[in-house]
Nanobody
Framework: VQLVESGGGLVQAGDSLTLSCAASGGTINSFTTGWFRQAPGKEREFVGAISWSGGSTFYSDSVKGRFTISKDNGRNTVHLRMNNLKVEDTAIYYC????????????????????WGQGTQVTVSS
């Protein structure tokens, strides 16, 4: 599966932004989609994930209540809606596809995902 992220940019703290992850070579209903981010000098961090059916979502504590993952089956795209952005949300955001993932332990581990996009930069200024 090939994944392409888009929608990143420079915003101010408190603003909202929606990232998109367009898939090709497979349908988004056949895999779990995870979102991760990596800030300079830090390890890649789990943000959230949505199940292959779209019926379940799971978020890290740092974004819970602010970020929402949704699926657009018609466009074969997964979205990450980010509200009330904070300076500490600044990072490169990646989407990833994985199969056979069950439970928070699997969903939050980057090495459980098979395919990755190239990432999109999100910068939040104060």
């Amino acid at each position: 599966v090939q994944l392409v992220e888009s929608g990143g940019g420079l915003v101010q703290a408190g603003d909202s932004l929606t990232l998109s992850c367009a898939a090709s070579g497979g349908t988004i209903n056949s895999f779990t989609t995870g979102w991760f981010r990596q800030a300079p000098g830090k390890e890649r961090e789990f943000v959230g994930a949505i199940s292959w059916s779209g019926g379940s979502t799971f978020y890290s504590d740092s974004v819970k209540g602010r970020f929402t993952i949704s699926k657009d089956n018609g466009r074969n795209t997964v979205h990450l809606r980010m509200n009330n952005l904070k300076v500490e949300d600044t990072a490169i955001y990646y989407c990833a596809a994985g199969v056979g993932l069950f439970g928070p332990d699997d969903l939050s581990r980057a090495d459980e995902y098979d395919d990755w996009g190239q990432g999109t930069q999100v910068t939040v200024s104060s």
